[in-house]
């Protein structure tokens, strides 16, 4: 198992920054892509970054320019960097990581969630 830590989230007003903290522990294999998704109240959790281990990154369009995803590989992390925030981006904030075991074995693991709230 993988326990999955977030901190970060809070009250910002639009054009703020916050900057989200996910730290994994426990029986760590490889973690070979490590991200984040958001979800608001009725609708499906969508992606917002990745992040591989070899470096390869994935932002989703609506954030791409204002985010920044990076990970401290030693300390198991993944940092997200939001600046010039939106009210549109008011979401619950879920870390995500994919531990992999061997070539054929691997899982997933979610963080409990960190609500962002953009609003004035």
């Known amino acids: 198992q993988v326990q999955l830590v977030e901190s970060g989230g809070g009250l910002v007003q639009p054009g703020g920054s916050l900057r989200l903290s996910c730290a994994a522990s426990g029986s760590i294999f490889s973690l070979n892509r490590m991200g984040w998704y958001r979800q608001v109240p009725g609708k499906q959790r969508d992606l917002v970054a990745t992040?591989?281990?070899?470096?390869?990154?994935n932002y989703d369009d609506s954030v791409k320019g204002r985010f920044t995803i990076s990970r401290d590989t030693a300390k198991n992390t993944v940092y997200l960097q939001m600046n010039s925030l939106k009210p549109e981006d008011t979401a619950v904030y879920y870390c995500n990581v994919r531990n992999v075991q061997n070539i054929l074995t691997f899982h997933e693991y979610w963080g409990q969630g960190t609500q962002v709230t953009v609003s004035s």
């Open positions: 992040i591989t281990s070899g470096g390869i990154i």
